[in-house]
């Protein structure tokens, strides 16, 4: 089992920046990949991104050259980031940390990041 616990959502004005936490509990030797998806109320979620065990990173296409995913990993815990920069109102959704972990999904509850004009 892993748990997930997001931190860091908030309301900022367009071009401003946030930093979401989530930090991973539990059977964190477990977990090959970490990620970040987004959902839009009547939208599906999606992918913002993800980074592997080994470093990997994949961005979707919307947010490349603006967010940055990192990731922390000590004994007990593994804690994955994400830098957002220049945020759009269209950026505003549901943010939710994900893990993927011995081909189970685990999910975070989600923080809100609102983006006004």
């Known amino acids: 089992q892993v748990q997930l616990v997001e931190s860091g959502g908030g309301s900022v004005q367009a071009g401003g920046s946030l930093r979401l936490s989530c930090e991973a509990s539990?059977?964190?030797?477990?977990?090959?990949?970490m990620g970040w998806y987004r959902q839009i109320p009547g939208n599906e979620r999606e992918l913002v991104a993800s980074t592997t065990r080994g470093g990997a990173t994949t961005y979707a296409d919307f947010v490349k050259g603006r967010f940055t995913i990192s990731r922390d990993n000590t004994l007990n815990t593994a804690t994955v980031y994400l830098e957002m920069n220049n945020l759009k109102p269209e950026d505003s959704a549901v943010y939710y940390c994900?893990?993927?972990?011995?081909?189970?999904?685990?999910w975070g509850q989600g923080t809100q990041v609102t983006v006004s004009s």
């Open positions: 994900n893990s993927l972990s011995t081909n189970q999904f685990y």
């Open positions: 539990g059977r964190v030797f477990t977990i090959d990949a």
